[in-house]
């Protein structure tokens, strides 16, 4: 979390401007200061991420057609129809080809 990102940045930066000067040590603290920043805005954006997600699940979509189906108001099932659709020309010959 960010508590924890915060301390380890400290403790980083107390042991790596140990032996500087005032001005490398200032610059240095300026920009590990920067990195902390980016750091905490992800992870701020993440945490939003997954608040927002928590919000609004996602939910799952229907297929184009079927949506009528389920609004007929009932919880139960629809019916399942066994009709086979009649489709000209399906079986690679025209409709009238048999005809007298």
């Not at 924890?4 to 005032?22: D, F, K, P, Y």
């Not at 200032?26 to 954006?45: G, I, Q, S, W």
């Not at 997600?53 to 108001?73: N, S, T």
């Amino acid at each position: 979390g960010a508590k924890r990102t915060m301390q380890l940045h400290l403790t980083v930066l107390e042991s790596l401007i140990l032996g500087l000067g005032s001005r490398s040590s200032r610059h240095a603290m300026t920009r590990a200061d920067l990195l902390l920043v980016e750091v905490l805005v992800y992870l701020t954006e993440e945490y939003r991420k997954r608040y927002y997600c928590y919000l609004r699940p996602p939910v799952q979509q229907m297929l184009p057609g079927f949506d009528a189906i389920w609004d007929m108001g009932t919880d139960e099932e629809p019916p399942i129809s066994l009709e086979i659709p009649e489709i000209a020309g399906s079986i690679g010959h025209h409709p009238t080809q048999y005809a007298a």
